[in-house]
Nanobody, 124 residues
Framework: QVQLVESGGGLVQAGASLRLSCAASGRSSSTVAMGWFRQAPGKEREFVAA????????DYADFVKGRFTISRDNAKNTVYLHMTSLKPEDTAVYYC?????????????????WGQGTQVTVSS
């Protein structure tokens, strides 16, 4: 089991930056692949970014490439999502996720472990 707790969401203006954090705990939490998904009101949940266990591999949805960066610090069992140039359409609940394999996240397979989510609201 892996437990995930997100933090760092909030209300910002368009063009601003925000960093989300996800603290992981539990068995093998530093060796699992991690990812971020988001869900906007009335929309389907969608993949945002993924990172493998040691941070050497990353993957992004096309709509965040060049604006968002995923990283991890295994010494702190924490994954980050640094978001820049935020747009109103980035408004959503952002969920931290974990999976035993990075390939599953790259293939957008629904991960088995989810955090409770953190709200990001971008005003125009």
């Amino acid at each position: 089991q892996v437990q995930l707790v997100e933090s760092g969401g909030g209300l910002v203006q368009a063009g601003a930056s925000l960093r989300l954090s996800c603290a992981a705990s539990g068995r093998s939490s530093s060796t699992v692949a991690m990812g971020w998904f988001r869900q906007a009101p009335g929309k389907e949940r969608e993949f945002v970014a993924a990172i493998n266990w040691n941070g050497g591999l990353t993957d992004y949805a096309d709509f965040v490439k060049g604006r968002f960066t995923i990283s991890r610090d295994n010494a702190k069992n924490t994954v980050y999502l640094h978001m820049t140039s935020l747009k109103p359409e980035d408004t959503a609940v952002y969920y931290c996720t974990a999976d035993s394999t990075y390939i599953n996240l790259r293939h957008r397979v629904t991960p088995p472990y989810w955090g409770q989510g953190t709200q990001v609201t971008v005003s125009s």
